[in-house]
Nanobody
């Protein structure tokens, strides 16, 4: 059963922007926090943005000021706006519910390169 589907990735030049979307089946995110994760080649998956059920957000220093997470509860969708992208932002991006995960989706590839 597919519970989350990520989309919006692509190839972008350094300094560019992308907006990722995470569409959830039913009310997967209802009452829960949600997060966007990134897995770079050869590295562990890391949390790059978190949004509480009430809309409070948290980011690691590596993306703070460049990434913005948001959610539309009516559409069961979580977004990640990424600006001023850097080559080190390259990776597969996943979303999930927090703190109780659901099955991981396929992710969406983001490649930042000139």
């Amino acid at each position: 059963q597919v519970l989350v589907v990520e989309s919006g990735g692509g190839l972008v030049q350094p300094g560019g922007s992308l907006r990722l979307s995470c569409a959830a089946s039913g009310r997967v995110f209802s009452g829960y926090a949600a997060g966007w994760y990134r897995q770079a080649p050869g590295k562990q998956r890391e949390l790059v943005a978190r949004i509480s059920s009430g809309g409070d957000t948290n980011y690691p220093d590596s993306v703070k000021g460049r990434f913005t997470i948001s959610r539309d509860n009516a559409k069961n969708t979580v977004y990640l706006q990424m600006n001023s992208l850097k080559p080190e932002d390259t990776g597969v991006y996943y979303c999930n519910r927090l703190p109780v995960f659901v099955a991981w989706g396929q992710g969406t590839q983001v490649t930042v390169s000139s």
